[in-house]
């Protein structure tokens, strides 16, 4: 299965998890559902995934963590705030960048 067709299936289970809670909930709690809903849906799910720094060779590990791996190529980042703002289009292509992956949604489950 290749990055869109996953991308396609976490959408849809996002939309189904969004409509079945609604709007307002704390993002761990989005991120608990969808994560259930995914692995429902025969996914293979990562939660809290570390993603680290890489220099000279040398790991390491600076608090960065993307919300969920789906099939190890898709990173999900949720944000259960009200406005989306810069900052966190930046951090999802920063886990991209330093996870090396080709593909990552920004899921903001607020309205």
Known sequence: MDENEIAKIIVDAAYHVHKSLGPGLL????ET???YELK???LKVERQVPVAIVYDNIKFDEGF???LIVEDKVI???KSVEN?????KKQLLTYLRLA???LGLLIH???
Do not use: N, Q, T
């Open 76 to 78: 999900v980042e949720l």
């Open 65 to 67: 963590r993307a919300d």
């Open 33 to 35: 559902v969808l994560a």
């Open 40 to 42: 429902r849906r025969v």
């Open 27 to 30: 993002e761990s709690v989005y």
């Open 100 to 102: 090396d992956k080709r």
């Open 109 to 111: 489950p607020v309205k």
């Open 84 to 88: 989306v703002i810069p900052v966190h």
